[in-house]
């Protein structure tokens, strides 16, 4: 294992538990409208509810690719 790569995980792991601590915090109010983006399916019947995130799942797809992106560019 290269020392880059312990660099690395210690970095994403501080990164993530940055952004739990925020929204631990009272910061989740900030993402209300993440999961309610025009393109979420959502259908409930009595008995029944489906819900599949298409557009949410797409935006933190191009976001984690942004981010992967900018890390092996630096």
Known sequence: MT???????VLI???VAVVGAIL???GGSLLNWFGR?????QV???GFR???PW???LLV????SLVMWLVRRF
């Open 55 to 57: 557009v949410s799942m």
């Open 13 to 15: 792991g501080l990164g």
């Open 37 to 41: 983006l025009p393109g979420d399916v």
């Open 3 to 9: 020392p880059q790569l312990g660099k690395l995980l």
């Open 24 to 26: 631990w915090l009272g």
């Open 44 to 46: 409930e019947r009595p």
């Open 50 to 52: 489906l819900y599949v």
């Open 61 to 64: 797809s191009v976001l984690l």
